[in-house]
């Protein structure tokens, strides 16, 4: 028998009630003859009160609140894939790509079970562990679209080990249904299907965590080469309005190298949405050749839609990432915006009476964010595989101040952050990405990566260009003052230098066929070129021949285009780059020797 209350108190997505039973904090609970949903978010002896999901219009006090005897947790199965879902994973469905609040419905359920082909990887008499694999999971029929992705069947993380003594013969099955039976060591029983709950907000667990020391390659040379996430990495992507956060999210989701992408759209809007999800849809996969949505998870939460579920989203959205990388996969979040979900955190915590802190929002602001970045990792799962969850969120400070508490908070809890810059974008300067004000802690880290893939000078061409562009933002303030002619050789040197860096290495369109992403050997080929010409421009100063010289030679002019015109894969046009370079600098070179 369930725990149950009588709602005294409602305000916004918060009630009260009171209660006559044990209710567990975190549970689950439904309000209401709608039956609305809602999580328990504190009790005392006499009262609980309860955050809820849905628009809470039309309750009254009076209304009943019952208990389902479990902490709030989502059904995690193959059927989650390629599908587009609410903060609570309910399914909200793409059929016209749109997203909207009035497909959110009130007392709204979960996704019916759908039917995959199992293959069972285990025999009746074997031994399993939490997390061991049972079997492979497939579409239900070959004409069915695959989603070009192999799924698995676990144990579930927090099932007793034991022996097998019922298994499924290969075939299909309804997600819900029992193809697996244990008997555990104390003689009991239990079923395992191919989904299974799981609780949004605690982690799932993993054997070990693992070093970071993998590239999460996300095709844009400005974060790969000088600012890298680690597979299993954090990065924040702070930006006042209009700089370029959600482009740059959807970008990376679009062209980064994981397995599965969470799509967390938190509080944004929702045309925005419905136009990543149109996109995705036509999009091919450079892996499958199939819709790129496939193997994409949309959590949906937009800004007309109810507040309380945009805080759970976050949560919901991780533990879906967590659930893949289970299976031995790579996996890349995004959230966008996480300053709209710290914002219900706010409207929640508002409602509750309790004691505001900076800016408003509650005292435990920067445990929750925390709580949500900790959860990426490079693991080994339970069953010994390697997977990964990375982690990419957006921040939107009010008026673009970066001292605001949510963007100082979230610097605490992440390995990367991708600082956008006003100017730069007003300049359509894109990315937006701040060269000075950004930064990686993981580059270090993932040198030897580099290495091992022919560029081993990643390393040092990377400071070269970082040190260059700091050199630049001074210099540049001085050529403001004494005019840029005034400056002597070696300065102007840096200048060019710089530019190139910017133009040629650093700004990379979104929107171009060609460069729109870059392979990691694309990105290698073009730092190198770079790197040659810096050189050459220091081996001509030594010589006493002006920068100008070099910046004025028509290969220059090649050099600052080659992202936008040589494309992947065409190896003999970077090498003929190359070799006029050097032989244009052989021609100045004489000249200024003879
Ligand atoms: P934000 O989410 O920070 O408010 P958006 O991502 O919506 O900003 O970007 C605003 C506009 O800036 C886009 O509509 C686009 O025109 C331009 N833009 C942003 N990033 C890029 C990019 N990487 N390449 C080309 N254009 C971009
Ligand atoms: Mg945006």
């Not at 992705?149 to 019922?166: H, I, Y």
């Not at 892996?287 to 496939?294: D, F, K, Q, V």
């Not at 810059?421 to 580059?443: G, K, M």
Request: with cysteine.
């Amino acid at each position: 028998m369930n725990a149950r209350a009588t709602t005294t108190w409602i305000s916004g997505p918060v009630l009260r009630a009171a209660s006559t039973g044990a209710f567990l904090l975190r549970e689950a609970v439904v309000v209401g003859d709608a039956r609305l949903l809602g999580e328990v978010i504190r009790v005392s002896r006499e009262e609980i009160t309860v955050q809820v999901y849905e628009d809470t219009s039309g309750l009254r006090p009076g209304d009943p609140v019952e208990g389902s005897g479990r902490l709030l947790s989502i059904r995690l199965g193959p059927g989650i894939l390629g599908r587009i879902f609410d903060g609570l994973l309910r399914p909200i469905g793409v059929e016209d790509s749109s997203v909207d609040a009035a497909r959110v419905r009130p007392g709204m359920r979960e996704a019916p079970p759908g039917s995959f082909r199992f293959t069972p990887r285990l025999a009746v008499g074997d031994r399993v562990a939490p997390g061991a694999i049972v079997g492979d999971v497939g579409p239900d029929a070959a004409e069915t679209p695959a989603a070009g992705l192999r799924q698995r069947c676990l144990v579930p993380p927090d099932a007793a080990p034991g022996e097998v003594v019922e298994l499924a013969d290969a075939g299909c099955v309804a997600e819900d249904a029992a193809i697996c039976t244990v008997r555990t060591d104390d003689g009991g029983e239990y079923d395992i299907a191919l989904s299974h709950r799981w609780p949004v907000r605690l982690p799932r667990p993993v054997a070990k965590r693992l070093p970071a020391d993998e590239p999460m390659l996300t095709g844009q040379r400005i974060l790969d080469c000088l600012f890298p996430i680690a597979r299993g990495g954090t990065a924040a992507i702070p930006g006042g309005f209009g700089t370029g956060k959600t482009v740059l999210l959807e970008t990376i989701a679009k062209w980064c190298d994981a397995d599965v992408i969470v799509y967390v759209g938190c509080g944004e809007r929702g045309n925005e949405l419905a136009g990543l999800l149109a996109e995705f849809l036509e999009l091919e996969d450079p892996r499958t050749g199939r819709p790129l949505l496939e193997r994409t998870v949309v959590i949906a939460n937009t800004s007309n839609m109810p507040v309380a579920a945009r805080e759970a989203s976050i949560y919901t959205g991780i533990t879906v990432a967590e659930y893949f990388r289970d299976q031995g996969l790579d996996v890349a979040l995004m959230a966008d915006s996480t300053s709209r979900w710290a914002e219900a955190l706010r409207e929640v915590s508002g409602r509750l009476g309790e004691l505001p802190g900076e800016g408003g929002y509650p005292a435990y602001l920067s445990s929750r964010l925390a709580d949500f970045y900790e959860r990426a990792a490079r693991v080994e799962t339970l069953a010994g595989a390697p997977g990964s969850v990375s982690v990419m969120g957006a921040v939107s400070p009010p008026s673009g101040d970066f001292s605001e508490p949510v963007t100082n908070h979230t610097r605490r809890y992440v390995g990367c952050l991708w600082a956008l810059d006003v100017r730069r974008a007003q300049a359509r300067f894109y990315p937006a990405i701040h060269p000075l004000t950004s930064y990686s802690d993981s580059a270090r880290g993932l040198a030897r990566w580099w290495h091992t893939e022919g560029c081993t000078r990643w390393e040092a061409l990377r400071r070269r260009f970082l040190t260059l562009l700091e050199d630049e933002a001074r210099l540049e303030r001085m050529a403001r003052i004494i005019g840029r002619d005034a400056m002597p050789p070696r300065q102007r040197l840096t200048l060019v230098s710089a530019q190139l860096i910017n133009q040629a290495f650093l700004r990379q369109s979104a929107f171009s066929d060609i460069d729109r992403y870059a392979t990691p050997q694309r990105q290698a080929v073009m730092m190198r070129l770079i790197g040659s010409f810096i050189d050459a421009g220091e081996a001509l100063l030594a010589d006493g021949v002006a920068p100008e010289r070099l910046a004025e030679a028509p290969v220059f002019r090649a050099l600052m285009r080659m992202g936008e015109e040589i494309p992947e894969g065409d190896w003999e046009r970077f090498s003929e780059l190359d070799r006029e370079l050097s032989e244009t600098v052989r021609l100045i070179g004489e000249g200024a020797r003879s």
